[in-house]
């Protein structure tokens, strides 16, 4: 079985920013794909970056130039580093694995982006 734990939510200030962390532990054959996903209220949950262990990334475009998905290998970490936040990237942040065949879910970490 694999954990996720996730770090990093929270208030912020609309131009803010903040810095996510998901960490993966337990039995793992291999990740393919690390990545964010995020869901408002009465939204779908939808991608906002993803990471492949190559290093290849994609991002919605509404947070394209803002948000910096990256990966640490060595320590199974995922990182997503988000600027210039809005009042529109307010939601429930959960963390995605692949891990072999397997999707691996976060419990998800709320950001509240308000003045």
């Known amino acids: 079985q694999v954990q996720l734990v996730e770090s990093g939510g929270g208030l912020v200030q609309p131009g803010g920013s903040l810095r996510l962390s998901c960490a993966a532990s337990?039995?793992?054959?291999?990740?393919?794909?690390m990545g964010w996903y995020r869901q408002a209220p009465g939204k779908q949950r939808d991608l906002v970056a993803r990471?492949?262990?190559?290093?290849?990334?994609n991002y919605a475009d509404s947070v394209k130039g803002r948000f910096t998905i990256s990966r640490d290998n060595a320590k199974n970490t995922v990182y997503l580093q988000m600027n210039s936040l809005k009042p529109e990237d307010t939601a429930v942040y959960y963390c995605?694995?692949?891990?072999?065949?397997?999707?691996?879910w976060g419990k998800g970490t709320l950001i509240t982006v308000s003045s």
């Open positions: 995605n694995v692949v891990d072999g065949p397997r999707d691996h």
């Open positions: 337990g039995t793992i054959f291999h990740i393919n794909a």
């Open positions: 990471i492949t262990s190559g290093g290849s990334t």
